[in-house]
């Protein structure tokens, strides 16, 4: 089976890592706090930031969802965000008031108006975003959305996922965690160890923010779902930028196969500098499924308005050859 819809990097864990976590097994009667709290420091160093503002969890998923449950279910905040949107945050517990806002025509993250929607609203308000986009790989534009978080107020409670920024060569400058201290105490910055880092089924996420009440609140809770082998491999990986480079390069090869490849079929597609690339579905959508199905092919299908399109994960050259195979015989 080739499995295409859920952008994990096949690459996977660095060799000396992975060395790491047999070490960990024959650890794994521990309870992880002391490694727990190496990774808050090395991630506080990282980032230049002070250990308390680092939020742990079992996937950046679990920390998502505990910070809407915090800000949402009194029912007093509305959550903004646009579509499609990153399906979890759609599969939060009702009562929900939610407010979703479609792409602009050429399907880009209509901005604007989403920002126009949120200072409309008369309450308080929790804007959902992921740079890059998990859909498109659009990357937001740097200067509107800072000056949006900055002229917001309080009453606005920012959410910017940042899954997929470490496929970004210059995601150290990219990311807003670095300009925090310079911003309001209304945004949470969320990352990832599943996706550039290869560790998706270990369970690892971290977020930053400096709401201090909302840090120590959720801190004990969300680090109580870790496991001592994603946690030691987590402290590990940081320490390893050339496996991490190696990785971003062989993925943006394989990437660009793939957009060569789409091109010579006249496929339309939108994508930025991730591990995935959406293009326009090249036949009747129910036919294309059934083809993907016979060969044992799964890809994401946004929903809305970008249903006639499909997002391909790149996990690896082989597996981007094995797909524009099957696209030649369907547009053959």
Same mark, same amino acid.
């Given at each position: 089976?080739?499995?295409?819809?859920?952008?994990?990097?096949?690459? !996977?864990?660095?060799?000396?890592?992975?060395?790491?976590?047999?070490?960990?097994?024959?650890?794994?009667?521990?309870?992880?706090?002391?490694?727990?709290?190496?990774?808050?420091?090395?991630?506080?160093?990282?980032?230049?930031?002070?250990?308390?503002?680092?939020?742990?969890?079992?996937?950046?998923?679990?920390?998502?969802?505990?910070?809407?449950?915090?800000?949402?279910?009194?029912?007093?905040?509305?959550?903004?965000?646009?579509?499609?949107?990153?399906?979890?945050?759609?599969?939060?517990?009702?009562?929900?008031?939610?407010?979703?806002?479609?792409?602009?025509?050429?399907?880009?993250?209509?901005?604007?108006?989403?920002?126009?929607?949120?200072?409309?609203?008369? /309450?308080?308000?929790?804007?959902?975003?992921?740079?890059?986009?998990?859909?498109?790989?659009?990357?937001?534009?740097?200067?509107?959305?800072?000056?949006?978080?900055?002229?917001?107020?309080?009453?606005?409670?920012?959410?910017?996922?940042?899954?997929?920024?470490?496929?970004?060569?210059?995601?150290?400058?990219?990311?807003?965690?670095?300009?925090?201290?310079?911003?309001?105490?209304?945004?949470?910055?969320?990352?990832?160890?599943?996706?550039?880092?290869?560790?998706?089924?270990?369970?690892?996420?971290?977020?930053?923010?400096?709401?201090?009440?909302?840090?120590?609140?959720?801190?004990?809770?969300?680090?109580? /779902?870790?496991?001592?082998?994603?946690?030691?491999?987590?402290?590990?990986?940081?320490?390893?930028?050339?496996?991490?480079?190696?990785?971003?390069?062989?993925?943006?090869?394989?990437?660009?196969?793939?957009?060569?490849?789409?091109?010579?079929? !006249?496929?339309?597609?939108?994508?930025?500098?991730?591990?995935?690339?959406?293009?326009?579905?090249?036949?009747?959508?129910?036919?294309?499924?059934?083809?993907?199905?016979?060969?044992?092919?799964?890809?994401?299908?946004?929903?809305?308005?970008?249903?006639?399109?499909?997002?391909?994960?790149?996990?690896?050259?082989?597996?981007?050859?094995?797909?524009?195979?099957?696209?030649?015989?369907?547009? /053959?």
């Amino acid at each position: 089976m080739l499995l295409l819809d859920r952008n994990e990097n096949r690459l !996977g864990l660095a060799p000396a890592t992975r060395a790491q976590m047999i070490g960990a097994s024959r650890a794994s009667w521990r309870y992880p706090e002391q490694e727990t709290w190496r990774l808050q420091q090395a991630l506080a160093n990282v980032h230049g930031q002070s250990p308390e503002r680092v939020l742990l969890g079992a996937g950046s998923t679990s920390v998502l969802l505990a910070v809407l449950a915090d800000r949402l279910q009194s029912g007093r905040a509305t959550l903004f965000h646009p579509l499609p949107v990153y399906a979890p945050v759609l599969a939060f517990p009702s009562p929900l008031k939610a407010y979703p806002v479609g792409p602009t025509a050429d399907g880009r993250i209509d901005l604007p108006r989403l920002r126009q929607r949120v200072e409309q609203h008369q /309450g308080d308000a929790v804007v959902y975003l992921s740079n890059p986009d998990c859909y498109s790989g659009e990357v937001l534009p740097r200067e509107s959305l800072l000056h949006w978080i900055t002229q917001s107020g309080p009453r606005v409670f920012f959410i910017i996922d940042e899954a997929y920024i470490e496929f970004m060569p210059d995601h150290g400058q990219r990311s807003l965690i670095r300009r925090q201290s310079a911003l309001p105490r209304n945004l949470l910055v969320l990352r990832s160890f599943s996706k550039a880092y290869g560790m998706a089924g270990l369970r690892v996420g971290y977020a930053v923010t400096r709401n201090a009440r909302l840090a120590a609140q959720l801190r004990v809770p969300l680090a109580t /779902g870790m496991n001592l082998p994603g946690v030691m491999a987590a402290c590990d990986a940081l320490e390893d930028a050339a496996w991490l480079e190696h990785s971003r390069f062989l993925l943006e090869v394989a990437r660009s196969a793939l957009l060569e490849g789409l091109s010579e079929l !006249g496929i339309a597609t939108r994508h930025g500098p991730t591990n995935f690339v959406l293009h326009e579905v090249p036949c009747d959508l129910s036919v294309f499924r059934a083809r993907l199905h016979e060969q044992s092919v799964r890809l994401a299908f946004p929903q809305g308005e970008l249903s006639s399109w499909c997002r391909v994960s790149v996990d690896c050259f082989a597996s981007v050859q094995a797909y524009l195979t099957l696209l030649r015989s369907v547009c /053959g």
